[in-house]
């Protein structure tokens, strides 16, 4: 879905009933549904987690804890750089923004490669996505996650783009806010699923 | 059952993001001087609508997804060649979509009856807030019933107790509402046109409905009851006796302000009449049949055990059905030309939408509407004497900015300063990449998925960079 | 004025402007000729999912009938109750949700009108591919509910 480029904003005098834009509106209802996307798949994790398969790995036997960790700081740091892009945007710097917005991109894509070199060890393994039901209910948890922050570096990707030929005025910082609001989302979502998954150690 | 499975995920799609957008329109586009609690009640159940959709969709569509995977990539979600997977999750998830969504059938339905009840009684809904707050709870507490559906499972003592209480519970708001309604007419001045007849209709068979639902909600009789027509005559009560019914009396109520003419009445009343006949003939018998035994989703039953004359019954209720839903065709072809011409407001009634032309222009109001209070636009028509009787303002019909019929013709938007949206190709190209998904990930044929991929990502793309208007 | 005037005023990207025709509801993001869509379309799944129903009834009316075999039965059930919750219930208040509530509130338009035609058109489109299976190959079988394992 495309909720960020806006060509046909609204005038800025429009008038809505709580002063709120209608996109912002629209991002934060759209964020609680993938709130329950996530809640789904997570519960489904949970129920399975110890569900393994004879021959197969169970997952904390294959999780390397520590390079996860180094992900998850990569990502966390890609919500700085997304704060800092929106702050750059806001007091005119549009330099500034396009740095911050190329650097929260570039930590994306370390994250989800980092995500992709750690699936292919995995399934080295023997755990993958269809070795037991807590594999199933892993790959395709995290490679929602994957999709949806991958997702997220298109939208900063078109967001540099829109910069550079002029088309991301600062009258237009909602627009880096609203992906904002979407990056930090995935960055949470990780941090459950960090937490959940990884860090809570299995029966 | 793929299509099943990438089916509902494609309608979940549409569902969410007309959600999304109706909840952004009631909370942030209503007239000045609309807060909350002077919008229609049809509104406020739209609003709960919404919110139920947003947050029960994701949900079954992770137990699509999952679905499909299972299918189509052999994953292990609901079966595993050795067994340690748990088919029961796909019905926790199944049903944890499953119950908000019946309420987001119902909902509606009472929205607009509670809009028709007060205008063919001529009295305001009785008890407006408590019935916008039974609206809400019922969204809140559809949440915590969903096992409900499955009591034969196995889950246990204890869960099943849960859920047989949460699920009477849910009968607490439900019956606050028809008491409102009841309440509503009584001491009105009641016509009974075709829109209040199907009102009416709906309060009735939704009580019946609503009576054998609470039966289910007790463990051990609803272990007698599942699986048989008893449930079948129950989710049928209310969903065609409730959520149809009310719909027709909203397609009758709205149908002038839509087409700018009415209805004829009495071909109404017959397609009501034939209708509600038909209809319990239909679904009465099987609340027989189910407690007799009869096993549902099976296509045929055995000679002697019984079922044979209250099946014929219902076959021949069937069919009344089918005949009354030809008379309303009927009724649309021969109105479409020779229907009596609307007005604006042909039932006398009391929200906003009765204030402009049947049909509205395209910009819906000259000007934008000052809201004073609920039902605004009644009191603009009427108030009350010392009796409480009520007397006409003169020209309350015609409100500010209400002079709708005599500029209509003349408006253009241009002329008036209205910026109305600009058409656009890009909503249809983009939805046109949906099925070709589907079909090349049900066959396999992953290059037409792909290119049904990128016809949505270049609809999606386009679709911002268009320009915002042509005028 | 006629039907289409696609004017090329900016490159490929025109917005249609047509306000009759065929090409005028295909490109409306008018909230109630959207309604209007919604609520067509709806009957006319109401009209399919009932001629499922009638050939349900017709199988019940007399016990072990012939009518249709199990199989067809189930498709029959399966798309009946697919068809009149998602295909017609959910789209009628929809109907409503597009054509009244806007006007009900005071307001010229939806949110966000594409975003509006586009979840019509998912809908239509939605509904397309899942008669499709009619055609092409089996219908669903397994109940609206779809309960696993025998759905997998």
């Known amino acids: 879905m495309a909720t960020v480029e806006h060509a046909s904003a609204k005038p800025a005098a429009h008038q ?72 750059s945007i806001q007091r005119g710097d549009h330099h500034g923004t396009r740095v911050w917005l190329i650097a929260t991109a570039l930590l994306g894509m370390t994250f989800v490669s980092g995500q992709v070199y750690e699936f292919t060890i995995f399934v080295r393994e023997g755990f993958t996505v269809r070795s037991s039901p807590a594999g199933s209910a892993f790959f395709v948890l995290t490679s929602f996650h994957g999709a949806h922050v991958t997702v997220g570096i298109l939208m900063l990707l078109s967001l540099v783009s829109m910069s550079l030929r002029g088309r991301l005025p600062t009258e237009r910082a909602t627009a880096v806010e609203y992906v904002g609001l979407y990056w930090h989302f995935v960055d949470v979502v990780w941090i459950v699923i960090f937490t959940i998954v990884y860090l809570v150690p299995a029966k | 059952m793929t299509f099943y499975a990438l089916g509902l995920i494609i309608l979940g799609l549409s569902s969410t993001v007309a959600a999304v957008n109706f909840l952004t329109t009631i909370i942030n586009l209503r007239a000045p001087g609309m807060s909350l609690m002077r919008m229609p009640v049809f509104v406020w159940m739209t609003l709960v609508v919404q919110f139920l959709l947003i947050f029960a969709l994701p949900v079954i569509t992770v137990a699509l997804f999952q679905l499909f995977f299972d299918r189509t990539l052999g994953t292990n979600f609901f079966s595993s060649a050795n067994g340690t997977s748990d088919p029961v999750l796909w019905q926790h998830l199944f049903w944890l979509f499953g119950h908000p969504e019946v309420y987001i059938l119902i909902l509606p339905a009472m929205g607009i009856v509670s809009e028709v009840l007060p205008v063919f009684a001529r009295k305001p809904l009785f008890g407006y807030p408590v019935v916008v707050f039974s609206g809400i ?63 009416l209709g709906f309060i009735a068979m939704f009580t019946i409905g609503g009576l054998s639902g609470v039966t289910h909600a007790i463990v051990p009789s609803d272990y007698q009851q599942t699986d048989t027509y008893y449930i079948v005559a129950h989710f049928h009560y209310v969903l065609f006796g409730g959520a149809v019914f009310g719909l027709f009396s909203g397609i009758y109520y709205w149908w002038p302000k839509i087409t700018g003419k009415l209805l004829n009445d009495t071909i109404g009343k017959l397609h009501f009449w034939l209708m509600i006949i038909g209809f319990n003939l239909t679904f009465a018998p099987m609340h027989i049949l189910g407690l007799q035994g009869m096993v549902r989703r099976t296509y045929r039953y ?170 | ?71 067809q039965y189930n498709e029959l059930f399966t798309m009946h109750g697919l068809t009149m919750i998602f295909l017609v219930v959910m789209p009628l208040g929809a109907a409503f949700f597009n054509y009244m509530m806007p006007i009900m509130i005071g307001a010229r338009d939806v949110a966000f009108p594409r975003l509006n035609a586009f979840s019509y058109w998912v809908f239509l489109l939605g509904g397309i591919f899942l008669y499709s299976s009619f055609f092409i190959a089996q219908a669903p079988d397994g109940g609206w509910f779809g309960y696993a394992p025998l759905s997998v």
């Open chain 1, 16 to 87: 809505t009933s709580t002063g709120l834009d209608n996109a912002k509106i629209a991002m934060w209802a759209f964020l609680g549904s993938e709130c329950l996307l996530f809640g789904a798949m997570i519960s489904t994790y949970l129920l399975y987690r110890n569900h393994g398969a004879t021959g197969t790995p169970l997952p904390h036997e294959v999780y390397d804890i520590p390079f996860t960790s180094v992900s998850s700081f990569v990502l966390l740091m890609s919500s700085l750089t997304m704060v800092l892009a929106l702050a």
């Open chain 2, 137 to 199: 709870a019922i969204g809140f507490m559809g949440w915590g019933v969903w096992a409900h559906h499955m009591f034969a499972v196995g889950l246990g003592p204890v869960a099943n107790t849960a859920f047989a209480l949460s699920t009477m519970f849910i009968a607490v708001p439900t019956g606050v509402k028809i008491f409102n309604w009841m309440a509503t007419l009584w001491g009105g001045s009641i016509r009974l046109k075709a829109p209040m007849l199907f009102s």
């Open chain 3, 1 to 71: 004025m006629t039907t289409a005037s696609y004017v090329a005023k900016t490159g490929i990207f025109s917005r249609p402007t047509a306000k009759t025709g065929l090409w005028s509801w295909m490109t409306t993001v008018d909230h109630k000729r959207i309604g209007l869509m919604y609520g067509a379309t709806a009957i006319v799944f109401f009209v399919i999912g009932g001629v499922e129903a009638l050939f349900i009834r017709l199988q019940l009316a007399r016990p072990e009938n012939t009518l249709v075999n199990a199989h």
């Open chain 2, 302 to 471: 055995p000679k002697g055990y019984g079922f044979d004359f209250w099946n014929m019954i219902s076959t021949i209720g069937g069919f009344t059905i089918a005949l009354s839903l030809l008379v309303f065709f009927y009724n649309v072809y021969k109105t479409r030309k020779e229907g009596q011409v609307a007005g604006n407001d042909p039932w006398d009634a009391r929200t906003l939408e009765w204030t402009t032309t049947s049909p509205p222009p395209e910009y819906n109001f000259e000007e934008i509407p000052v809201v004073h209070a609920l039902d605004d636009f009644w009191h603009r028509k009427y108030v009350e004497d010392k009796e409480g009787r009520l007397v006409p303002v003169p020209s309350g019909a015609q409100d500010p900015g209400g002079d709708q019929a005599a500029h209509a013709t003349e408006a253009h938007s241009e002329g008036h300063g209205i910026h109305m949206p600009s058409q656009s190709y890009m909503p249809l190209l983009a939805a046109l990449g949906m099925p070709l998904i589907g079909w090349g990930l049900t066959f396999h044929q992953w290059w037409l998925a792909i290119v049904g991929g990128l016809v949505v990502l270049s609809g999606l793309y386009a679709w911002a960079l268009e320009p915002a208007t042509e005028e």
